[in-house]
């Protein structure tokens, strides 16, 4: 039985709907991480969900000795999808993300909550519900990316569009921890998102967070990384921006899918080819999409908080879900969250603290 | 028989040497368009350049009624690869870039000077010696992109990391003039990119483009795009700033080439997928190569300048040597320079002028 953890999923928000967030839970719920879990299901349509988890998910809790709990929360009117997230969480207390975001206050350190709902506002509830890591100014979204070699996580992957150097050095702080606890690579390599790997290259605000995290013995500093080059698997971790992180992920999911679908309209249009793909060459693609898909590493989690917490891309399938309570379980078992406060306390800021 | 027009090829600074670049120059010299051209090769070894040349570059060009001129430079020390590009300008005033600019000067406007070398130097080399359009504080490199539906350009590509929003909005300004120019786009939607479709995203920096390029009437502004939805083809120019447009640039490269090396090796584990890739894909390939590859784009013109400078990849081969070359051509039969000039000279800037 593994280690009593609760999990909070918040099935609101996410393009497919609760159905496919609730086949995500069943899926994690049939795994072997399950057993002993509780599991906390946030709906803005709880009877709905009530009699759609009776069908599978409930059962299949039930096998492995995991409860379910359904909270009930009030549906945002679809016309706020052009509202800031900030004025969203004044006016909605009853939203989705607000409540399970309080559950998770509720529920201590040995639970994480997962969410597809817009970042911002899980974003705001996280900082205003749970609070900050002292030292930290602004919690990053800590996303996984597939390298040449295997994965990486960059940091800030959306979260925090405008950074000061100071908040650069603070994300590789954080994710030093993380990764030590997550991975158990002693001293992760680090590098600085940049437009070159030469030291005089660099816009402004790299530039000075070069020089801190060059300054900083407790770091394993690579230096700069580039566009290309970040995929080399040559690093642990990459540091940029909120507002350069979200177009770095945006962009990397939208070559790959571009590829793909020019290769499969390259592929249709000649008899042959297909032919020869269909015949001999589906476990080629399986295994391209298994090594490239989001939905494999499930969930980015938020880092510099006082709590666990998830974020899952908003196109989110079942398998994304049950990957994303997976690493919300991870995050639990191996007390991260406590390890990176205790990491950012210790640690010896030179002039680069909140 | 073409138009008249000089064409000044640095052969010095590509990663494949002198060699490849002259096999571009006989490629172009091959084309339709070589007829009437003067060719004039910048290179630091010029006897080696004379005798090569020899072979096959000059009787193609006599084939073509085109001539031949080789200029003399000055090699650059590869010691000098980690010193920031001003300093090499300084230092080295007979290399090969300030030795070719110096002669796009003197041919006058129906010229244009190609070069595989350092961004930085080029650009600094096309500033102090071609001088910059009135009004334009910061030349842009225009950066061709394949989409779903074609191609676009974005710009700036590299050549300024820290800009203001006024920069943004000059760069749209030049973009909309060129791109009308070349492609014969009247009004060519521009698109600024950001972190998010909606107006409250954005960092400082694109939230105050938005409102210059709101605000000018002059201009189709077609709002924000994202890292993904840049790749759709609804857009014609995507602005943003040198920092960004590198990092863009070279992770949309180093995506696909990934994800081509994936594929390769995924087919090459299963010998049936490889035996049926071998037998009936090779036009797959060779199609999706043809769209995607950057040496089909050739270069990227410099905007702003009183003249006309096309930027090559430094890994081009023959073929994107000879597509450079070729865009240097156009951007002489088009006048496109001159039309930038004058579309700046007469553009209303509201408070985003120079």
Redesign the interface.
């Known amino acids: 039985m593994g280690q009593q953890a609760t999990l909070i999923l918040d099935v609101m928000g996410a393009d497919r709907g609760p159905i496919e967030m609730l086949r995500g839970a069943t899926l994690f719920a049939r795994s072997k991480l399950a057993p002993g879990t509780k599991l906390i299901v946030v709906s803005a349509e709880p009877e709905q969900t009530k009699t759609q988890a009776a069908v599978e998910l409930h059962p299949a809790l039930k096998a492995a000795g995991a409860t379910l709990e359904i909270l009930a929360a009030e549906p945002l009117p679809s016309s706020e ?4 997230p900030l004025d969203i969480f004044k006016r909605y207390p009853r939203c989705s993300i607000r409540i399970a975001m309080e559950a998770a206050k509720a529920a201590g350190p040995d639970c994480a909550m997962i969410s597809p709902g817009t970042t911002g506002l899980v974003m705001a509830s996280a900082t205003f519900t749970l609070g900050r890591v002292k030292g930290i100014a602004r919690p990053p979204i800590c996303t996984p990316m597939p ?2 070699t295997g994965d990486m996580i960059f940091l800030d992957g ?1 979260s925090n ?2 950074c000061k150097p100071e908040h650069l050095h603070q994300f590789a702080v954080l994710a030093h921890a993380y990764v030590k606890a997550m991975k158990g690579i002693d001293r992760p390599r680090i590098a600085l ?4 790997s ?7 605000q790299v530039k000075e967070a070069w020089d801190l995290l060059q300054a900083d013995a407790q770091l394993n500093f690579a230096g700069y990384t ?6 080399s698997g040559d690093i642990d971790v990459m540091v940029c ?4 992180g ?18 499969r309209t ?2 249709k249009r ?1 008899p ?2 297909a ?3 269909q ?3 589906r ?2 693609f399986r ?2 999409r298994k ?2 898909d989001y939905a494999q590493f499930g969930g980015a989690p938020l880092l510099g908080l006082n709590g666990n917490v998830v974020i899952c891309h908003g196109r989110s399938n079942a398998t994304a879900i049950s990957n994303a309570l997976a690493v919300g379980h991870r995050m639990v078992t191996s007390g991260v969250t406590a390890g990176v406060a205790k990491a950012v306390a210790e640690h010896h800021w030179g002039n680069g603290g909140a």
Request: proline share 2%; no cysteine.
């Open positions: 999808g052009f509202t800031a390298t040449r959306g569009v405008d998102l940049s437009n070159g030469e030291e005089y290259k660099g816009n402004a580039e566009g290309h080059t970040m995929l921006d909120g507002f350069l979200n177009i770095v992920l945006k962009l990397a999911e939208g070559v790959a899918e571009l590829f793909t679908d020019m290769l390259e592929i000649r042959l080819a032919l020869a793909a015949l001999t060459q476990p080629v295994s391209l090594r490239t």
